[in-house]
């Protein structure tokens, strides 16, 4: 089938480690994305990808990092430089980078402890 | 720039009654718009979305909403809820050109009581 796998499912972290988030996807997209979600904010932008080695930054990258090595895979880290970072994670793809609608993950709930 | 608002953090309905979730977009270019809905801790599923065809359009689980561009709106309804529609929803813009992510609105909780 078709989609979008991110793992794990849950995810905890102890204060001061890096841990990374995978995201795969078998639809041949070119452009991903990585979106953070809290209660009552809705999705916010954390990187986005429209090819292959290259990303952007999106609205709230700081203490995050990507890599887009291969067309199919786009992991993100959550470093240490980032004081809070407990929330749900979505990952998602889309065709192309214009006005496709992008299709979500199952997301990752990251909980420091 | 882009930007996207719904008008409502928190939509309490009855089941058997219409639904109507608002949402207002600011966008300099085309736009295209996009409603998502998402379970309790579960990814988003696309409802529908508006691309410049048809202003009225249809989705899935009987949800459909119109692109107004002069009040800048893109209200979702259905005519009757179920208790399977109580989710958050997501209002979300995407302009035409390149290098432009899709924008979300913060979402509406619909809760259906029987």
């Known amino acids: 089938d078709g989609g979008i796998t991110q793992s794990p499912k849950y995810l905890f972290r102890k204060e001061g480690q890096n841990v990374t988030l995978s995201c795969e996807q078998n639809?041949?997209?070119?452009?991903m994305y990585w979106y953070r979600q809290d209660p009552g904010q809705g999705l916010r932008l954390i990187y986005y990808?429209?090819?292959?080695?290259?990303?952007q930054k999106g609205d709230i990258a700081e203490g995050y990092s990507v890599s887009r090595e291969k067309k199919e895979s786009f992991p993100l880290t959550v470093t240490s430089a980032q004081k809070n970072p407990t929330a749900f994670y979505l990952c998602?793809?889309?065709?192309?980078?214009?006005?496709?609608?992008?299709?979500f993950g199952q997301g990752t709930r990251l909980t420091v402890v | 720039a882009q930007s996207v608002t719904q008008l409502d953090s928190h939509v309490s309905v009855s089941e058997g009654t219409p639904v109507l979730l608002r949402c207002n977009y600011s966008?300099?270019?085309?736009?295209?718009l996009f409603w998502y809905v998402q379970h309790p801790n579960k990814g988003l599923q696309l409802l529908l979305k508006?691309?410049?065809?048809?202003?009225l359009v249809k989705g899935i689980n009987g949800f459909e909403a119109e692109f107004k561009k002069s009040e800048t709106s893109f209200h979702l309804t259905k005519p009757s809820a179920h208790m399977s529609d109580a989710a958050e929803y997501f209002c979300?813009?995407?302009?035409?050109?390149?290098?432009?992510?899709?924008?979300f609105g913060k979402g509406t909780t619909l809760s259906v009581s029987s």
């Open positions: 998602a793809s889309s065709i192309d980078r214009g006005n496709a609608e992008a299709f």
């Open positions: 639809l041949n997209h070119d452009a």
């Open positions: 990808s429209q090819i292959v080695n290259d990303f």
């Open positions: 966008s300099s270019y085309s736009p295209s």
């Open positions: 508006y691309t410049s065809a048809a202003t």
């Open positions: 979300v813009v995407s302009e035409r050109r390149a290098g432009t992510a899709l924008i």
